[in-house]
Nanobody
Framework: QVQLVESGGDLVQAGGSLRLSCVAS????????MGWYRQAPGKQLEMVAK???????TYGDSVKGRFTISRDNAKNTVKLQMNSLKPEDIAVYYC????????????????WGQGTQVTVSS
């Protein structure tokens, strides 16, 4: 059974930094894309950053230059370094694994973590 577990969410002052981590565990053969999404209260889910196996990284416009995604394929982990945090970064941050395969030659499935809360005080 595949699980994604996030950690690192916390309360931080504006201008501060946090690092989120996500570990995918289980019988995993490959993961195409690992990334981070967030959902603020009353708002839609937003893509924050993602890293493909190409490798190619993509960032949401609101976090470019402030957030950095890094991925360790051997450990099935993805981290999100968040600097210069702003109150508008307040959200629940979710880790997502896209096209995760548990068996060679089968179709991949997307998995989500349970989320971790990031709060920024002004």
């Amino acid at each position: 059974q595949v699980q994604l577990v996030e950690s690192g969410g916390d309360l931080v002052q504006a201008g501060g930094s946090l690092r989120l981590s996500c570990v995918a565990s289980g019988s995993i053969v490959s993961i195409n894309v690992m990334g981070w999404y967030r959902q603020a209260p009353g708002k839609q889910l937003e893509m924050v950053a993602k890293s493909s196996s190409a490798p190619l990284t993509t960032y949401g416009d609101s976090v470019k230059g402030r957030f950095t995604i890094s991925r360790d394929n051997a450990k099935n982990t993805v981290k999100l370094q968040m600097n210069s945090l702003k109150p508008e970064d307040i959200a629940v941050y979710y880790c997502k694994a896209e096209d995760l395969k548990v068996q060679v030659g089968t179709r991949g499935t997307d998995y989500w973590g349970q989320g971790t809360q990031v709060t920024v005080s002004s």
